[in-house]
């Protein structure tokens, strides 16, 4: 079944404790993206990579890292978390990067940082 | 640039009645847009897409959507509504450029009554 797969789906962490979230697909993809979701804003976009090895900034990038050292996998990491990263936070992927494409989400991860 | 703006963060329905959810874009060169649906603790799915083929576009589920470039304006329609239909509705415009970032609008709780 072609998706787009995250780990861990709930997370409850402190402020500073470092944490990954994992992103995988199964589509060979070559675009990647990570949003995060607050009420009343929608989904922003945080990283993007178009394909191995290339990622860029999106709207909202502070406090957080990326890396796209295989095609299928796409980490979100948060180096030092804090509480205003508390969010609902998605992987999407599409099969390129161009603006026409639909993106595939995966189902969430929670994340609460006290 | 772009932006998306959604009429109404909450609308409530009968049963069989017309669905009628409002989308506005401002882009300033020629848009592609989608409308997502997210259903309660899952990722987002595409319902359907406009990328300047035929204005009027239908999606799945039985929804469909107009472009109208003179209003600026990407409705999602369904003319008989579902308890299914419950869920939470995105509208969102690519950024055109060369990469696929999706501009979100704040989306639209629909709740669906018997």
């Known amino acids: 079944e072609a998706q787009v797969t995250q780990n861990p789906r709930y997370l409850i962490t402190v402020t500073g404790k470092k944490l990954t979230v994992t992103c995988s697909q199964n589509?060979?993809?070559?675009?990647m993206s990570w949003y995060r979701q607050d009420p009343g804003l929608g989904l922003r976009q945080i990283y993007y990579?178009?394909?191995?090895?290339?990622?860029d900034k999106g709207d909202v990038p502070e406090g957080y890292k990326v890396s796209r050292k295989e095609k299928r996998n796409f980490p979100l990491i948060l180096e030092s978390p804090s509480p205003n990263q508390t969010s609902l936070y998605f992987c999407a992927s599409s099969q390129t990067s161009g603006s026409y494409n639909e993106q595939f989400f995966g189902p969430g991860t929670r994340l609460t940082v006290l | 640039a772009q932006s998306v703006t959604q009429l109404g963060s909450h609308v409530s329905v009968s049963e069989g009645a017309l669905v009628l959810l409002r989308c506005n874009y401002s882009s300033s060169v020629p848009p592609y847009l989608f409308w997502y649906v997210q259903y309660p603790n899952q990722g987002l799915q595409l319902l359907l897409k406009y990328t300047s083929a035929a204005t009027l576009v239908k999606g799945i589920n039985g929804f469909e959507a107009e472009f109208k470039k003179s209003e600026t304006s990407f409705h999602l329609t369904k003319p008989s509504a579902h308890m299914s239909d419950a869920a939470e509705y995105f509208c969102?415009?690519?950024?055109?450029?060369?990469?696929?970032?999706?501009?979100f609008g704040a989306g639209t709780r629909l709740a669906v009554h018997p």
């Open positions: 589509m060979n993809h070559e675009y």
């Open positions: 969102a415009v690519s950024v055109s450029g060369g990469y696929n970032k999706l501009i």
């Open positions: 990579s178009m394909n191995v090895e290339v990622t």
